[in-house]
């Protein structure tokens, strides 16, 4: 059975706003894996895990690209706030932005010629876009890198963050912060997966994690649920 063919008029690979992720049938949902316990999502579990790195491999680590410019290298930062329950930060991208716009993302970006490292352009990102100091962010270590259709080759940083910062969104960047727990986000229940074919015949699938937040969907899919679902690989590993 041939996926469902995606009218031209949703999808642009320049605008993406113009293509409505939920609209794509969902073609299954993992509740048949196991979720990561929550023993293993605590800081000195989460600590020893990326010190001593299993042997695993990403499940997803590309997408079909749909631009004509060299990749470029960024780097995102995957901010585990070390509250009572832990949670993710994530952001919601300003309408304003030419790729990628109102999609639900990780604090990042492009790679500068005078970051150190990808560790610190993904801490100099999410300090501004979001105003997130650095001595609060502990880094981990990183993910496998992740090509996105838009040509970026991200390395996500996965980091704990300690509590008490106080955030100061750039409002050209980003419409919106907020925090998704961990173990929600662990939980292959929560997981969906969505199958189509481009305007370009590539077959595309990807993951979605919509999260209830008070009332309001965070449709979290794409790279920033494929980066989410390698996460779960490497922790269940």
Known sequence: MQPPRTPPELINAVSPTLFDPRSVPVTAVDGDLPAVAADRLSAPAL?????????????????????????APAAVLVPIVQREQPVVLLTERSSKLNTHSGQVAFPGGRMDPEDASLAAAAMREAWEEVGL???????????????????FVVTPVVALVRP??????????????????????????????????????????????????????????????????????????
């Open 47 to 71: 600590r020893a895990r990326f010190a001593n790195p299993p042997v695993w491999a990403p499940e997803v680590d590309r997408e079909p690209p749909q631009s004509n410019r060299a990749p």
């Open 133 to 151: 100091p650095a001595e609060f962010i502990e880094v981990l270590g990183t993910l496998p890198v992740y090509s996105t259709i838009t040509s």
């Open 164 to 237: 008490g910062f106080e955030l100061r969104p750039n409002p050209d960047e980003v419409a919106d912060v907020f925090e998704v727990p961990l173990s929600f986000l662990m939980n292959p229940a929560h997981h969906r997966r969505h199958t189509m074919e481009d305007l370009y015949g590539h077959t595309r699938q990807w993951f979605s994690m919509p999260y209830q937040d008070d009332g309001r969907e965070r449709f979290i899919w794409g790279a920033t649920a494929g980066m989410l679902r390698n996460l779960y690989r490497f922790l269940m590993a």
